[in-house]
């Protein structure tokens, strides 16, 4: 059976078909990535419609009854976001540094833009209006308000996250940046080609290169250990062994001193020798940069890079187990991995990247207010700090007041906000809160931590309410499975005026089981 469609109108159809919109971006995504076949004659690309019910029928379909099985049927699929792709969930600027617990920006958009649906039939913001996020994390939520023409105020509690944060939304020198940058890295270059470690790593990848080309080819070794041919606990310990002599001798040959003397700190123990000399040397560069918000971006660049040069296999980078000094057999790759020696080609890649992301922010901002201050939600004066800050904003926001909040509260005993940037902490010299993070991981899951933690977010509520127009909407995303936001929107002197229970699909960790999280619509009792 034949029906063929133009790109245009697979899009269309699609969208009608599935009751999202699926553009015509993701058409072409299905045929690059051959999940829909190619038709059409002249040059002109078609696509045969019975093939899109197909696909949309054996994956999404059955994707869906599953997890409905599992979640209930009250599991909202509009708002799963599906057909993204990573680089649509990490656009521009939200990539700008790593960041655990954060959303999606299309979940922010969905609910703060001007569109309406069959499950958002109405309007809540408009352009103009303040948009409050107690629980500001890295920004995500003042980035989109600034794309749709809306003002924004972030809150958070981690000097270090406020300083992500800000930098995202922050105005730009970019010829400033551009050559900040360029003086940093001519000067680690330089700083580079007295040490031995450049050539110590030049002559282990060539030999790596060999080895593993021997004993790891790829794909054929995936595909042996696929097929047990090859018996991976068996085959790899022998082959780790014979290469650390290779690594061994190169050491000596170089006098490399690759473990610090101490391990007492984040950055004695996570980093090797040269590297740590590396950072070291980058942070004086960067004291010297006087323009205040070149320094701020150059600060979430180094910090980005060191993240990346931590002394760890590639499989722990989330979870940090033990230090790694020398060449390992990694699961992950299938092959023989070595730490990092030096953040050099890290540091280069990330100052383009960063440079690239914030100028494709730039060609979409708009002339409004965004500000993160740092400081406990429970307890903050919005507008006081608000002034300190940024007057003109300041005197706006007093005026006008905020018209809602779309926030992601900490799920309980579930992230050390603090200690995922530990590294930055011990650099920069942060001042850490971590005893006022509300749930944190290290504080458990318990009867005590959960009432702890109503208690917090029933008081960031109750705060910020004396700042928000009477008729405000406030939108907070939950993994409730301790059913604890009825009592906290109790405690808050509000009510919860509808629920929207959605699957998540685009999850970074590695257990990809059926997940929900809800996003509560709160209003005034």
């Not at 299309?106 to 809540?124: A, G, M, P």
């Not at 209006?129 to 994390?137: A, E, Q, R, T, Y």
Request: net charge positive; proline share 3%.
């Amino acid at each position: 059976m034949t029906e063929l469609l133009t790109i245009k109108e697979a899009s269309i159809w699609a969208s009608e078909h599935l009751n999202k919109n699926v553009t015509t971006s993701n058409i072409s995504y299905l045929i690059q990535y051959g999940k829909v076949k190619k038709c059409g004659n002249n040059g002109a690309t078609a696509i045969n419609k019975y093939d899109l019910i197909n696909y949309y029928k054996s994956y999404n379909g059955q994707r869906e009854t599953d997890w409905k099985e599992k979640l209930g049927e009250d599991l909202n699929w509009a708002l799963s976001f599906d057909y993204l792709k990573e680089k649509d969930t990490t656009k521009h600027i939200h990539r700008l540094h790593p960041y655990k617990g954060k959303f999606i920006p299309q979940l922010v958009e969905y609910f703060i833009d001007s569109h309406t649906d069959n499950f958002k039939k109405e309007t809540y913001f408009k352009k103009g209006d303040i948009i409050l996020d107690p629980f500001s994390g890295s920004g995500t939520t003042m980035v989109q308000a600034n794309e749709l023409g809306m003002h924004a105020i972030g809150i958070d509690i981690s000097a270090f996250n406020s300083l992500i944060a800000n930098v995202k939304v922050g105005r730009v020198n970019f010829q400033d940046l551009n050559n900040e940058l360029n003086k940093i890295t001519i000067s680690l270059k330089r700083f580079i080609s007295n040490s031995n470690n450049v050539q110590f790593e030049t002559e282990l990848l060539e030999k790596l290169n060999i080895f593993n080309k021997k004993h790891f080819p790829s794909p054929e070794f995936k595909i042996k250990v696929r097929q047990k041919e090859i018996v991976e606990r068996n085959y790899t310990p022998e082959k780790e062994t014979k290469f650390s002599k290779i690594f061994d001798k190169l050491q000596d040959k170089y006098q490399l001193k690759i473990k610090q003397d101490k391990s007492s700190s984040f950055l004695e123990k996570w980093y090797l020798e040269p590297v740590k000399k590396e950072i070291d040397f980058i942070f004086e560069q960067l004291k010297k940069v006087k323009n205040p918000t070149t320094k701020k971006i150059i600060t979430i660049i180094l910090s980005r890079t060191i993240r990346s040069c931590r002394a760890t296999t590639h499989a722990d980078l989330a979870t940090l187990k033990e230090p790694v000094t020398k060449t390992y057999y990694c699961r992950k790759h299938g092959k023989i991995c070595k730490p990092l020696f030096s953040m050099l080609s890290w540091w280069e890649r990330y100052g383009k990247d960063t440079i690239n992301r914030l100028n494709e922010f730039n060609k979409l901002r708009t002339n409004t207010y965004q500000k993160c201050l740092q400081g406990d939600a429970r307890n903050i004066n919005i507008f006081s700090e608000l002034s300190k800050k940024d007057q003109e904003f300041g005197k706006l926001a007093e005026k006008q007041k905020i018209k809602g909040m779309f926030s992601s509260p900490p799920y309980v005993g579930l992230i050390n906000y603090h200690e995922q940037h530990a590294y930055a902490y011990d650099l920069f010299g942060f001042k850490r809160n971590d005893e006022f993070e509300i749930g944190p991981l290290y504080k458990g899951q318990g009867r005590e931590a959960r009432n702890s933690y109503i208690d917090s977010i029933a008081q960031v509520l109750d705060n910020s309410k004396q700042f928000l127009q009477e008729d405000y909407d406030i939108f907070l995303v939950a993994n409730d499975k301790y059913n604890m936001y009825s009592t906290i929107a109790e405690k808050s002197g509000m009510k919860i005026v509808n629920k929207y229970k959605r699957p998540v699909l685009n999850r970074t960790e590695k257990n990809k089981s059926a997940y929900s999280e809800i996003i509560f619509h709160l209003k005034e009792k």
